[in-house]
């Protein structure tokens, strides 16, 4: 259906030529009507998709492409009449049929680039600005609108398959999980309601039936103080539930924070399962490096900030110095070798690296390079050696040159990766705790 409202759409937009050629006396007004008519009908004649936002952002997205296509035709259209001589018919202006096209143009485009650029959640800001900043470039905006095209059909397409198998498989309820998860974030973070440290994921875990809770400790503190606040949490959620045991999924310093919880705060009798996501179970060697290197002043000016920062933000006690030492592989090492496996806990962790630092968002882009001269490959911010911890271990990656960075595997950037989905790698992860009996 585009392709005939391209061509019908071109016709419109070149009614004078349509009118020489034809003898038909179409008129401006009518012409304009036409192209309202086009732009009415590609919006409504498709089948809606799962959600208004995506069927809009499809409307926007298809009236992109019949902008393309009709500005790529009349282009050709320009070429042969000028090869041909029409143009010296004199009821043939090439400036007035020029104009025209140029409105008819304008109108489709901005039509849809509106839509697309308030329902599309990929294009991010990048994109947004590239738009807006190639506009008036000639050819190098054809090849930025190609680029969206591409960004929002694949946006499209993937959201709306993961709607569709949600919707699907709902009855299964293949999250609720005989215990409830329990999510616990990592350093310099915050269990925020406007800005979920976890993105997208528990939505869709919800969807899929899942029960969920988060730690709500504090954002930077030491691993030992963490866990203490991790420990009041999951007494209270067992003793105001009646679940007995919780789930813990952690990311990062949270995957510490909860191994010390359980092994050395009897937080193993209420729990069934430990899942760690890109924890550092034996630390950064970078930090090592970075702070016996740092000036001790400057350290100390910039944990006193932090701290008064965090407290204005519901931190009671916050402890940046604490939480970064935790995090050297001196310390870490020397915590891994107290914290045993708790018997009776299914214990199992995840890693994933940058394959290359373009292929990180800020700031891990930057850090990657520098972490690799300490650490090896890494995430961004810890290397692979690191993360393997439990009964059983997995590494995430990706074909290319993109990877998986430290903030990909909570969705930080809500950023769709060609062959990783990583709120189905958390809908997965919870179901085969299920399947486990947890």
């Known amino acids: 259906m585009l392709i005939i409202y391209s061509l019908f759409y071109t016709v419109i937009s070149n009614y004078r030529i349509f009118r020489t050629v034809t003898g038909i006396p179409l008129k401006f007004g009518a012409a304009l009507l036409l192209a309202l008519v086009v732009i009415v009908l590609s919006s409504f004649t498709s089948k809606p998709l799962e959600t208004k936002s995506l069927t809009k952002l499809r409307h926007g997205r298809n009236q992109l492409i019949i902008f ?4 790529v035709l009349s282009f050709l259209i320009f070429i042969i009449c000028l090869l ?30 509106i839509r697309v650029y308030i329902h599309s959640k990929q294009l991010g800001i ?4 590239i738009g807006i900043a190639a506009g008036m470039i000639p050819f190098v905006h054809l090849w930025v609108l190609d680029k969206i095209l591409i960004i929002t059909g694949r946006e499209i397409e993937f959201e709306n398959m993961r709607l569709v198998r949600d919707r699907e498989r709902a009855p299964e309820q293949i999250c609720r ?20 440290y976890w993105r997208r994921i528990p939505k869709a875990l919800e ?35 009646g679940c007995e045991k919780v789930n813990i999924i952690a990311h990062s310093k949270g995957g510490l924070d909860a191994r010390y919880a359980i092994s050395m705060l009897g937080m193993d009798k209420y729990t069934a399962s430990l899942s760690t996501v890109c924890a550092p179970h034996r630390g950064c060697e970078f ?79 930057l850090t990657h390079k520098f972490v690799d001269l300490f650490d090896g490959e890494n995430d961004g911010l810890v290397g692979c050696n690191s993360f393997s911890w439990g009964s059983k271990y997995t590494f995430l990656t990706v074909n290319g040159i993109r990877g998986i ?28 705790l299920k399947d486990r009996g947890y």
């Open 68 to 71: 393309l296509n009709t500005a």
């Open 84 to 113: 041909i001589g029409i143009w010296k018919k004199s009821e043939f202006p090439l400036i007035t049929n020029s104009l025209n096209v140029l409105l008819f143009c304008t109108l489709i485009f901005w039509n849809g680039i």
């Open 126 to 129: 990048k994109w947004r600005v």
């Open 177 to 196: 999980t005989k215990y409830p998860i329990l999510l616990v974030h990592g350093v310099f973070f915050r269990d925020y309601t406007y800005f979920n």
């Open 207 to 241: 969807k899929n039936g899942a029960v969920l809770y988060y730690g709500q400790h504090q954002s930077a503190a030491s691993v030992e103080d963490s866990a203490k606040e991790l420990a009041a949490r999951i007494l209270d959620i067992v003793n105001t539930t």
């Open 287 to 365: 930090a090592d490096w970075l702070l016996h290197k740092v000036d001790p002043g400057f350290l100390d000016g910039v944990a006193a900030n932090y701290n008064s920062v965090l407290k204005k933000l519901g931190d009671k006690n916050p402890d940046f110095k604490s939480a970064v030492w935790d995090l050297t592989s001196e310390k870490a090492s020397a915590l891994d070798s107290i914290m045993n496996d708790p018997p009776g806990v299914f214990c199992q962790s995840f890693g994933s690296k940058l394959n290359v630092s373009e292929g990180g968002r800020f700031p891990l882009n």
């Open 405 to 432: 960075s430290h903030g990909d595997t909570i969705d930080l950037n809500m950023e769709n990766i060609d062959g990783f989905d990583v709120r189905e790698f958390y809908v997965q992860m919870v179901k085969d």
